[in-house]
């Protein structure tokens, strides 16, 4: 396939692109979509690479993935290798631990499957991955894998019949695509059958490249459909949100795509010259480089220098595109041209141990749960702090005999602990608060799981649904007098809930949550319960025990003990209005956001002590702070006790749980 400088033009808008939205440069809501512009271009590009090799009877599988690995692993290697460096200086545990983890896999090309089953890409915690962005590295190697064997399979058979196989698998990827993107977006994200739409989207415009070389379509239809892809793509870029994605809006940028490169193949047209401008083409060929540079060091410099401002910002740009240029001249060139190393298989000879030696780093950073003596005793002693007492129970092992149990005694429990991890993570609380009050009470708990019997998280929707059904159940069947809820109720206001199995539009998610949370709270109620709803701990954006425990501390580390009140309580007033409607009903509601307050800020360190273990889940010793709150409320509970166990039926002893 000959040069097409409007292709590398293509490929500079989509880095930038993916850059000013990662560095929150500008307006680019959508700049993530950057992404699905390469999915086209790569689909485009090694279909036609191995198509005229096919019908040539001259591709080999072994010739076309050692050119693969020349253009795709040694830069990569590069850039974890450097990555592992920094990460040994200025990782925590916990980080390091997750990092060793992440390379193994991004390694073996799968980090893709990895991060659907740990992390979600708009996630915070994402935002301290440094190898995040390599998913679609992955999404495209398992491509590679696939498309070779397939054309090879078709290369007897008609351009129609292979239209008509190459069209068909793309029409079920994007029908699953926007299926699953409601339900499960994590999946539509990350995995390559929800994914391959695009890369076959670009490979369907290859396999009828013939006809675009021909020159069919007037200048002026070219000019209009150049123009209108153009346009597709940008609008997508502007106005898309992580809530749409994927989706619908995926189109906009995949259709945009495909008219600009069949469109601006006349260098007569205007998105043409536009692309082919010498600072576009540059861009474009460092593109790769810049791409795997790019996140990385916006991870490890927010580490190291704190929060972006417009300086940092530019500093880190700079940096990138230094790097960038250095990386494709030094490595990605001499690898991808050296006639000695495509004519032997010194390639592999070499490649092959770098990658064991790199999937062996990053097993035993993980094995060695971080490397801990990269940090001084202070900073070993600190990860005790990371320790949780584990309340969840699956729904399908969800029994009363399952509950884990809080204080002492046994029989029947003077009240009920239901929520999601932010009702765990007070367990030590309530343990001590039990003791005291001479209170045998029981807790259960699920991630990511609001107490609300209809309206979930998609992701998990069913799981959830029936864990709170159990837990109602388990509340009628011991007639426990007293039940508290705790949830990390703004929290869910942001994400993708289903209502009754079907999609709650983002701006009636709010009221769809706390309506459905007031009813349970009514149904307990008229049970006779007397229900006590506490509320959400203050977030940050940061770990004050990473922070607090990195081997290269910044100068700045103040910065990462507290956080302004103002930005912590941003978008609060519809949670406000939740808890005082509550209170108005009769629902005990307990306040906890202030205890953390000093002047105008909210502590994450207190004497030198992190009162989280992350961004939001308290320590142990952060729970313990919350015991002028909740005393009130497990005094009152003790002195209900006889009542309660007056009306309440007896239960065999719970001394353990299975």
Not at 323 to 342: F, I, K, N
Not at 597 to 611: E, F, N
């Given at each position: ?66 050119k693969r690995v020349l253009r795709i692993f040694p830069l990569f290697a590069v850039v974890l290798a450097c990555c592992f460096a920094a990460g040994m200086l200025i990782l925590s545990l916990k980080e390091f631990r997750q ?298 092992k969800l029994t009363v005999a399952a509950m884990t149990p809080l204080g002492g005694g046994s029989g029947h429990p003077d009240f009920i602990v239901w929520g999601d991890s932010h009702a765990e993570h007070l367990y030590p ?203 009130p409320a497990l005094a009152q509970i003790g002195t209900d006790r006889v009542v309660a166990h007056r009306t309440a039926p007896v239960l065999a002893p719970q001394n353990s749980r299975p």
């Amino acid at each position: 396939m000959r040069y097409r400088a409007d292709i590398d033009g293509l490929r500079a808008v989509a880095v930038a692109a993916v850059l000013l939205y990662h560095f929150q440069v500008g307006a680019l809501a959508g700049g993530f979509l950057g992404v699905d512009v390469f999915f086209v271009i790569s689909g485009f590009l090694i279909t036609g690479i191995i198509l005229p090799a096919v019908q040539n009877n001259t591709f080999t599988f072994s010739g076309f993935y050692k050119k693969r690995v020349l253009r795709i692993f040694p830069l990569f290697a590069v850039v974890l290798a450097c990555c592992f460096a920094a990460g040994m200086l200025i990782l925590s545990l916990k980080e390091f631990r997750q990092f060793s983890q992440d390379a193994a896999y991004a390694a073996l090309g799968v980090s893709n499957i990895h991060f659907f089953l740990h992390t979600g890409y708009f996630d915070l915690a994402a935002k301290a991955k440094p190898l995040l962005h390599t998913w679609s590295l992955g999404v495209e190697e398992q491509f590679y894998f696939c498309l070779p064997v397939l054309l090879v399979m078709l290369r007897a058979r008609s351009v129609r019949f292979r239209t008509a196989v190459l069209g068909g698998l793309a029409v079920c990827s994007l029908t699953a695509m926007l299926v699953t993107g409601r339900t499960a977006p994590d999946a539509a994200f990350y995995l390559l059958p929800f994914r391959a739409w695009e890369l076959l989207a670009g490979a369907l415009l290859a396999l009828h490249t013939g006809a675009v070389h021909a020159g069919r379509g007037s200048l002026a239809l070219r000019q209009a459909v150049s123009l209108g892809g153009a346009a597709l793509i940008g609008s997508g870029m502007v106005y898309a949100t992580p809530a749409m994605h994927p989706g619908w809006v995926t189109l906009l940028p995949v259709a945009g795509t495909c008219a600009v490169i069949w469109g601006a193949h006349d260098s007569r047209t205007l998105v043409n010259r536009l692309l082919s401008l010498s600072a576009m083409r540059f861009t474009g060929r460092i593109s790769y480089s810049l791409y795997l540079w790019h996140w990385p060091v916006l991870v490890f410099g927010v580490m190291l220098g704190g929060p972006l401002t417009p300086q940092r910002t530019a500093v880190m740009l700079m940096f990138c595109v230094v790097l960038s240029w250095l990386s494709w001249r030094y490595v990605e060139q001499p690898a991808r041209h050296s006639e000695r190393l495509l004519s032997s298989w010194r390639p592999v000879q070499v490649f092959v141990p770098v990658l064991l030696l790199l999937v062996a780093a990053g097993i035993t950073g993980f094995a060695t749960k971080g490397l801990p003596q990269r940090l001084t005793a202070q900073g070993r002693q600190m990860e005790t702090l990371r320790a949780f007492k584990n309340t969840d129970v699956q729904p399908e092992k969800l029994t009363v005999a399952a509950m884990t149990p809080l204080g002492g005694g046994s029989g029947h429990p003077d009240f009920i602990v239901w929520g999601d991890s932010h009702a765990e993570h007070l367990y030590p609380l309530f343990v001590r608060l039990a003791q005291r009050y001479g209170l045998h009470g029981l807790m259960a708990t699920h991630s990511n799981t609001i107490p609300s019997l209809n309206v979930q998280l998609g992701e998990q929707y069913d799981a959830a649904v029936q864990f709170n059904r159990k837990m109602l159940e388990a509340v009628r069947a011991t007639g426990v007098r007293h039940v508290i809820l705790a949830a990390r109720w703004q929290g869910y206001l942001a994400a993708r809930m289903l209502q009754d199995g079907s999609p709650v539009p983002p701006d009636r998610t709010a009221g769809a949550v706390f309506a459905s949370v007031g009813r349970l709270t009514a149904d307990l109620r008229a049970m006779g319960c007397t229900v006590w709803l506490v509320e959400d701990v203050p977030g940050h954006a940061f770990s004050a025990l990473d922070e607090l425990q990195r081997p290269l501390r910044p100068s700045n580390a103040g910065e990462f003990e507290s956080t302004a009140a103002a930005a912590a309580d941003k978008g609060r007033a519809v949670v406000e209005r939740f808890l005082d409607g509550q209170a108005a009903a009769g629902v005990q509601v307990v306040r906890t956001r202030a205890l953390f307050l000093s002047g105008d800020r909210y502590l994450a360190v207190r004497g030198g002590v992190p009162l989280y273990r992350d961004t939001n889940h308290l320590s142990a010793p952060g729970a313990l702070l919350l015991e002028g709150a909740l005393w009130p409320a497990l005094a009152q509970i003790g002195t209900d006790r006889v009542v309660a166990h007056r009306t309440a039926p007896v239960l065999a002893p719970q001394n353990s749980r299975p």
